[in-house]
């Protein structure tokens, strides 16, 4: 009997295990739990302020933007080179402090002024991203955006009266009722601390932007140009000797001063030569006579390293009357620095011939429209007599595109090209909808009654490891200018051809000098 019961146990115990977990299986896949809800998903965009500063701790700047683009290891860098950089930094604080401090001693009873402490800390910033601006004449901005939350030590000691008064910036909050201090009160203060920074969060977190103006919009607005100064650099006289044979290869960069990037014009180099004659003209944009210089810049050519300076020299553009041509012999200097010994040796002169020429402030009146496709021998005489012979600038400012796809690749910029000459756009990357707002300038002789502007979108992508890039058209579209100098101004969307939807606006100018 005892053997049976053993049989009969271990049969179903073999049985009932296999039977028990197929059981619990069927029962556990086809019902449903009251306990366990299955989660709801929704878009982001239907979660209120709170609910994404809860999910969304601050995002790297590479997240949020595609075009900028990550930099640990320029991290990295930092970090190793923060102890040293803090050193030195403070270091130069304190130099050009004491010039100052020493303004105040002995006002106010004041008899010293000095740090006591004076450290930015153990933290360093951080880069949050980097974006890269390929623009024209072989010129590249980085746009670096950094963050610092560090904690330095800074105490100033004033000795006023022979008593040290110490300064020691500190920013905190507290709460007092009748004498008693409520941040004592267990977790209060981590609650109210936790509550400002949501209110403050609110302010910047993505994809909020908190922007605090530096400058008065109206002093940092670019001016727009306001005529054309015509220069020929004539000749120079007794430069310097900067070749060890006693001679130099001297050569001319000639440039206005203003807020933006204007490239540089630049003369033919004359081989050993210490009286070049040169008479090339050049065209340089006006934007503000009154404020701009015409900087000057003599070198001496090297066909290896880098280029000597011989001399330069400045002209106020306020010196000069609308119409009127001037030449000036200028004497060479090391620097713009009067204090500078340096400049009391001789350096040789250079001649130059300017003359500013303002556009015209009103554009021509005309007695009809001007058909699209007006050829130049269809043209009224009167309208070819007073544009054409006319010279101008032409400005195109390109402001963006929408829905422009590529195949394999959508990081869009715009070439433009008039009568050769080819501009570009920054790239940016990642995007269908790129915004530029960017400005070319080109100089015409004549009103372009005749010329077209070709705009075109392309899409660039480097190759991993570096090795060669990629490169797609988005479309292009090509402008008739004869409704531009008709107009003076178009701002205008194009369809773009070769494109399925893409668009481009683009702002066009014609200012007749």
Not at 169 to 191: C, E, N, R, S
Request: charge should be neutral; glycine fraction near 6%.
């Amino acid at each position: 009997m005892s053997f049976l019961g053993s049989l009969f146990g271990f049969i179903g115990f073999f049985i009932g295990i296999p039977f028990g977990v197929s059981l619990g299986f069927l029962i556990f896949r086809y019902t449903d739990s009251t306990y366990v809800k299955n989660p709801v998903i929704r878009p982001i965009q239907e979660f209120d302020k709170d609910s994404l500063i809860d999910i969304l701790p601050e995002l790297p700047l590479w997240v949020k933007n595609p075009d900028y683009e990550r930099v640990d290891w320029l991290n990295d860098v930092f970090r190793d080179m923060w102890p040293y950089l803090d050193k030195a930094i403070c270091g130069m604080i304190r130099s050009m402090s004491e010039p100052i401090f020493d303004e105040y001693i002995g006002v106010y009873h004041i008899r010293s002024i000095d740090f006591e402490n004076l450290t930015l800390g153990t933290l360093p910033p951080s880069i949050q991203g980097i974006k890269v601006h390929e623009l024209n004449e072989n010129h590249l901005v980085f746009d670096l955006v950094a963050k610092w939350a560090g904690n330095p030590n800074v105490t100033l000691v004033l000795n006023v009266l022979h008593l040290p008064i110490k300064i020691q910036p500190d920013v905190d909050f507290g709460l007092k009722v009748m004498g008693g201090d409520l941040m004592a009160i267990p977790g209060l203060y981590h609650f109210i601390q936790n509550l400002i920074k949501k209110q403050i969060a609110r302010l910047y977190l993505w994809p909020h932007a908190l922007e605090i103006p530096v400058l008065d919009a109206s002093i940092g607005a670019a001016k727009k140009p306001v005529g054309i100064l015509h220069v020929k650099v004539v000749r120079a006289r007794e430069l310097k000797k900067k070749d060890i044979i006693g001679s130099s290869d001297p050569y001319v960069k000639l440039k206005l001063s203003g807020g933006r990037i204007i490239p540089s014009k630049k003369t033919s180099i004359k081989m050993k030569n210490l009286n070049p004659e040169w008479n090339e003209e050049f065209k340089l944009t006006v934007n503000d006579p009154m404020s701009q210089v015409l900087e000057l810049h003599v070198f001496d050519w090297e066909k290896v390293g880098l280029h000597d300076k011989l001399g330069m020299q400045v002209i106020p553009l306020m010196l000069l009357k609308p119409h009127e041509k001037k030449e000036l012999t200028i004497g060479l200097v090391k620097n713009l620095d009067s204090t500078d010994i340096r400049n009391r040796k001789p350096r040789g002169s250079i001649t130059v011939e300017l003359t500013f020429i303002p556009f015209v402030e009103e554009a021509v009146s005309f007695t009809g429209p001007i058909d699209f496709y007006m050829r130049k021998e269809t043209v009224p005489k009167s309208l070819r007599t007073s544009l054409v012979n006319k010279p101008g600038l032409l400005t195109v400012t390109v402001i963006g595109a929408k829905s422009v796809e590529g195949k394999h690749h959508t990081n869009p910029c715009a070439l433009v090209i008039f009568k050769g000459e080819t501009r570009k756009t920054m790239l940016l990357k990642k995007t269908w909808d790129p915004t530029w707002n960017e400005e070319f300038q080109f100089m015409s002789d004549e009103a372009p009654l005749e010329e077209i502007i070709h705009i075109e979108v392309i899409s660039k992508k480097k190759h991993k490891f570096g090795f060669g890039s990629s490169k797609e058209s988005l479309g292009h579209v090509d402008i008739n200018l004869v409704d531009v100098v008709y107009n003076n101004r178009m701002n205008e969307k194009y369809n773009l051809i070769n494109s399925k939807n893409g668009v481009i606006h683009v702002d066009i100018k014609w200012n007749a000098t």
